[in-house]
């Protein structure tokens, strides 16, 4: 099963997914580049999220907070204390660290040196701020986007005349310090989250939490994850994080096994007490009909981007063995496609001509390239026989694929090859876009 992360990791590498970040000077940690179609995946997720959750539930409305903050934010929030750390062993001699389980008989296992005796590292990223490296102006990369939520609770409250129960989603990058970043992009210092924080009355925050945990599931089933790969854990007390009253990861079924996408909490008044006695500013929300004064309850559900995106990827790849499409030599091999759901596949529509020395089919191709480009991501290949670019295509998770061949030059009609079930139509060339949007939005 391993195996399939290798072949993974080296598909969105050959077909411009993901490419280790400063790969000339041999990278750097845990760090990768969304290339060409990656990062068209990635807007899709996230344009998907946004519109799940402003245009698809009342009452939540958006932020994008700066990620460097009042350093004060993080003391408050509870971020810099032991709350917010790893506990590891060091070598006194190499310097690394461990986790005590990955270490045997008190051993480095790199070097074989004596280790010290457990202790807590914060996983906040440091930098400074200013022209002077000192403490006065040491700033903190944000480990969570919720905490610029928090800053702006009465800011959104009051421009936007919300009532509670409302939400605010934000997507951003975070950071953290991890010591042991491993399996690809599942687990890196720098990536993105995209939260929503729900403001609700503490009485109602369990029918809330229990709101939300469903329709996250939910959404994860409407983008193509079966239910036999997803779990929600509901965490207990002494493993939650330090602000959670109540946690529940929902976890995917990874080859490397079941690991954490997404988390949702019931963060209770911590927050918002917190900084409101750090700050001294009062932010308990007033109920101007019952005259109640409280801090609100805060129900988060917070996903990790790049996690989310490597479950989609990976729930996408398919082997098929033997081959399935027909090219001029027998395939042997096994053939790979990205059944990437159609809302997510960064390229819609491929547009391939038949052969690339009928100057007649060319031109057309490319006509009909121009024509579908300003609706749809679009992708024109003439590059090798019409079997392999169908193979190339499925790689990549491409979704239709229109081919214009001698038929078309005489009565305007092209191949439609759907890349689920390889099903062949033929669909007027005046029809295509019709045609294209039904299909990709049906
Ligand atoms: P883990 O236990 O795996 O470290 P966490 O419980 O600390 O994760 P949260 O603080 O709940 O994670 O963050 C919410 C989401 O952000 C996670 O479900 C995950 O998808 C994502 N996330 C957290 N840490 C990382 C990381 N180092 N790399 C990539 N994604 C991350």
Known sequence: M?????????????????????????????????????????????????????????????????ILMNPKVWQASGHLTAGFADELVECKECKKRFKPEEVKDNKCPECGGKLTKPRKFNLMMKTFVGPVEDNASTAYLRAETCQ????????????????????????????????????FIFRTREFEQMEMQWFCHPKQANKWFN?????????????????KDLRAIEIPAKRRAHYAQRQVDIEYR??????????????????????????????????QESKEKYFPNIIETSVGVERSLFAFLVNAYQE?????????KAVKEAEVVLKIHKKLAPIKVAILPLVKNKPKIVKKAKEIYKT?????????????????????????????????????????????????????????????????????ES
């Open 2 to 66: 391993e195996n399939k992360i290798s072949k993974i990791v080296s598909l969105t590498k050959r077909r411009g997914f993901i490419f280790p970040s400063s790969e000339i000077y041999g990278g750097f940690g845990s760090s990768y580049d969304f290339g060409p179609l990656g990062v068209e995946m990635k807007r899709n997720l996230k344009q998907i999220w946004w519109q799940e959750m402003i245009n698809n539930h009342d009452n939540i409305v958006g932020l994008d907070a700066a």
């Open 148 to 183: 610029g939520i928090y800053m702006n609770f009465e800011n959104v409250l009051n421009s936007m005349r919300l009532k509670i129960p409302f939400g605010i989603a934000q997507i951003g990058k975070a950071f953290r310090n991890e010591i042991n970043p491993k399996n």
């Open 211 to 227: 709101f939300w945990k469903k329709e996250r599931i939910n959404w994860y089933l409407s983008l193509g994850i079966p239910q």
């Open 254 to 287: 990874f080859p490397f096994g079941w690991g954490e996408i997404e988390g949702i909490h019931n963060r209770g008044d911590w927050d918002l007490s917190n900084h409101s006695k750090h700050s001294g500013k009062d932010l308990k929300y007033f109920n």
């Open 320 to 328: 098929i063995k033997g081959g399935r499409t027909k090219t001029t």
């Open 372 to 440: 579908l480009k300003p609706h749809f991501i679009c992708l024109y290949d003439q590059v090798g026989s019409i079997g392999r670019r169908y193979r190339r295509i499925d790689e990549t998770g491409v979704l239709l694929a229109v081919t214009v061949d001698f038929q078309t030059l005489e009565d305007k009609t092209v191949t439609l090859r759907d890349r689920d079930t390889m099903k062949q139509e033929r669909i007027k060339i005046k029809d295509l876009v019709k045609v294209l949007k039904e299909k990709l």
